[in-house]
T-cell receptor, first 110, second 117 residues
């Protein structure tokens, strides 16, 4: 499979912005995704970006894609305690298979 | 968004027994379903791709005879862990893609936590 890497932990204070980073190796990825997983639960799709875009904004979420560097980031504005979860980035390859990063555990302190 | 339901949410079984996990698309038809396994504090690893009416395609290193996948209808895929052992304990998640949908539209179930004792 493809390699998708993320930092393991991020801790921020409530109200601050959070930025979660991801790097991937497959230059032919068509779509890149961000999923949220709360303890013991499945995956919730947060947002996705097509590979020919460099930015997508959806309410508090901003996705930035640097295709040259194969770098994807998720910015959460005004982070709340309810945002505490594990965030996975994932890429979709040409065979319609998802490859996930290791997940970044976001801890939001009140 | 579309709903994918897994059953059971959690199961405890004795070593040597078999366990069946169901993945259903509740409000859409899915030609393709994917099965993932997640170890504690680790990412999801794709186990197999399940296509309705045909044999599943397994990823390298996944034992076909141990993890039996059946996708008998457009709304149901099952994963059977045969002769389960404690090392099979894990969190299993399925995802489903609607017929004719764009590749982006894959929805995930809530997962099944399997504990083998």
């Amino acid at each position: 499979g493809e390699d998708v890497e993320q930092s393991l932990f991020l801790s921020v204070r409530e109200g601050d912005s959070s930025v979660i980073n991801c790097t991937y190796t497959d230059s032919s990825s068509t779509y890149l995704y961000w999923y949220k997983q709360e303890p013991g639960a499945g995956l919730q799709l947060l947002t996705y970006i097509f590979s020919n875009m460099d930015m997508k904004q959806d309410q508090r979420l901003t996705v930035l894609l640097n295709k040259k560097d194969k770098h994807l980031s998720l910015r959460i504005a005004d982070t709340q305690t309810g945002d505490s979860a594990i965030y996975f980035c994932a890429e979709l390859d040409n065979f319609n298979k998802f490859y996930f990063g290791s997940g970044t555990k976001l801890n939001v302190k009140p | 968004g579309a709903v994918v339901s897994q059953h059971p949410s959690w199961v405890i079984c004795k070593s040597g027994t078999s366990v069946k996990i169901e993945c259903r698309s509740l409000d859409f038809q899915a030609t393709t379903m994917f099965w993932y396994r997640q170890f504690p504090k680790q990412s999801l690893m794709l186990m197999a791709t399940s296509n309705e009416g045909s044999k599943a395609t397994y990823e390298q290193g996944v034992e076909k005879d141990k993890f039996l996948i059946n996708h008998a209808s457009l709304t149901l895929s099952t994963l059977t862990v045969t002769s389960a052992h404690p090392e099979d304990s894990s969190f299993y998640i399925c995802s489903a893609r609607e017929v004719w949908a764009r590749a982006t539209e894959a929805f995930f179930g809530q997962g099944t936590r399997l504990t083998v004792v």
